[in-house]
């Protein structure tokens, strides 16, 4: 994959987007990590890599990650306790990454709390394999409720890859876009890739996430990170990232 990239290597530096807002580094809570040493250890990776503060972001997903409020804020305590004893200085926030489903819609009717980040971010997804039949609602009561929706990952739903005008209705319904650094490296495929610089060309990404779950995530990041390839294809783009540091 990274034989694509002929320049020389470099020093990575991610300090221009200071912020991951999409990371699995919270240990045994979702399919991302699952030892408080692995989460130390990617932590420790991370700031290397040039990034001011981490948002760590659990799936929740009816009857296979079935977290809430109640799972994730007890486990970023122990993570923040953690990497004050190992002397990790580096801010770790946590939210989660909610699958627009019917739970979802259920859970935002009911009042129940919802995990955000920044002043009013929410982040969401869909599935692989075809688009949430109640998207337009779940948007519609994330707005009304002063949220903003950041669709996670959208140039990985290969539904809409021929369908290229519904990335700006999502945004038209008021969504913000993230997309994968790695999409960008051609990690997960080539269409992938080509969709994210298209999406980016056309002004369309808001922010960008590591969206980092293990080990092969870590290493093609650093990987494609240490070429002059990655910065160029990023610059000029007007992300949003380093907002959240406030």
């Given at each position: 994959m990274f034989g694509l990239f002929k320049s020389s290597q470099i020093q990575p530096d991610l300090s221009f987007i200071a912020v991951d807002m999409h990371s699995h580094l919270l240990p045994a809570l979702d399919d991302g990590l699952k030892t408080m040493e692995d989460t130390v250890t990617f932590v420790k990776e991370l700031q290397a890599l040039g990034f001011k503060k981490l948002i760590c972001t659990p799936h929740i997903l009816t009857d296979v990650h079935n977290n809430s409020p109640e799972t994730i804020l007890p486990r970023l305590a122990e993570v923040q306790q953690a990497l004050k004893e190992n002397n990790v200085d580096v801010e770790i926030q946590a939210a989660a990454e909610y699958m627009i489903d019917h739970e979802f819609e259920q859970i935002i009717k009911r009042g129940d709390k919802l995990l955000t980040f920044g002043k009013n971010f929410i982040l969401v997804e869909m599935s692989y394999l075809a688009p949430s039949p109640n998207l337009d609602q779940v948007i519609f009561e994330l707005r009304v409720?002063?949220?903003?929706?950041?669709?996670?990952?959208?140039?990985r739903y290969n539904y809409y890859h021929q369908q290229f005008s519904?990335?700006?209705?999502?945004?038209?319904?008021?969504?913000?876009?993230?997309?994968n650094l790695l999409s960008l490296a051609g990690y997960y495929g080539k269409q992938t890739k080509k969709v994210a610089e298209a999406l980016i060309k056309a002004n369309m990404i808001d922010l960008i996430g590591t969206d980092m779950h293990h080990n092969n995530h870590l290493n093609a990041t650093k990987a494609f990170t240490s070429h002059k390839d990655f910065y160029k294809i990023l610059k000029g783009v007007p992300l949003q990232n380093k907002m959240l540091l406030d």
């Open positions: 409720l002063g949220l903003q929706p950041i669709i996670a990952h959208p140039e519904q990335y700006q209705r999502l945004r038209d319904m008021g969504c913000w876009l993230q997309v």
